[in-house]
């Protein structure tokens, strides 16, 4: 009965695997997606090779921290690096923020993004000797090292348009000569005005 217990197929492994990475859209840390990896793998690696437990844990281990040392080591420092963040300023430059954090003299505020750049949505900024106010809408001008340097946008206005005035007006006299030949009648013509007779 202890074998039977200890007898864990591949589709167990599936099945943690995919757990794991289940529970990674809960807990945003990416480690437990890298565990769901290893399992997903060490249940194939067990369902095309008679592989003893305790191999298959030590696989799923040594593929965890494998994956864990990449993400820590190569990948995360590519989508987090605020270093390398002056490099492509370019596309920085021009996307606009709130301000959540007033900046003031010697001391940075924070400003706040819609889409996250660089794996952030609030990073450090100054101005350029303009005041701005929490709750403001600006635009990024410059990076300097970590920092955004931001000014207010400014509102684009409509031009002002001239109208014509189109209102209709109604003229409440009728000339004397349209007022038969210009009215619409329901009756039947008069024959006798015509010249016509019976």
């Not at 684009?156 to 210009?182: C, E, F, M, W, Y």
């Not at 024959?191 to 016509?196: A, D, H, N, Q, R």
Request: charged share 15%.
């Amino acid at each position: 009965m202890i074998e039977t217990i200890w007898m864990i197929e591949p589709w167990h492994w599936l099945v943690l695997g995919f757990s794991l990475m289940i529970a990674e859209i809960f807990i945003p840390t990416f480690a437990s997606l890298w565990f769901g990896a290893a399992a997903v793998i060490v249940a194939a690696l067990a369902w095309l090779l008679p592989i003893p437990l305790l191999f298959q844990v030590l696989i799923w281990l040594t593929l965890s921290v494998l994956f864990m040392f990449a993400w820590v080591k190569y990948i995360k420092p590519l989508s987090m690096s605020r270093k390398k963040m002056g490099q492509s300023s370019d596309l920085i430059i021009g996307e606009t923020g709130m301000i959540v954090v007033k900046p003031q003299k010697g001391i940075s505020g924070m400003v706040r993004f819609n889409v996250p750049i660089w794996g952030a949505d609030e990073w450090p900024c100054r101005t350029a000797g303009v005041n701005v106010e929490t709750g403001d809408r600006v635009v990024v001008i410059k990076v300097v090292g970590d920092e955004m340097v931001v000014a207010p946008t400014q509102r684009l206005q409509a031009p002002k348009t001239i109208r014509p005035n189109i209102t209709p007006t109604i003229n409440s006299q009728v000339p004397a000569k349209q007022s038969k030949a210009g009215r619409l009648s329901l009756h039947k013509p008069d024959l006798k005005e015509s010249g016509t007779s019976k």
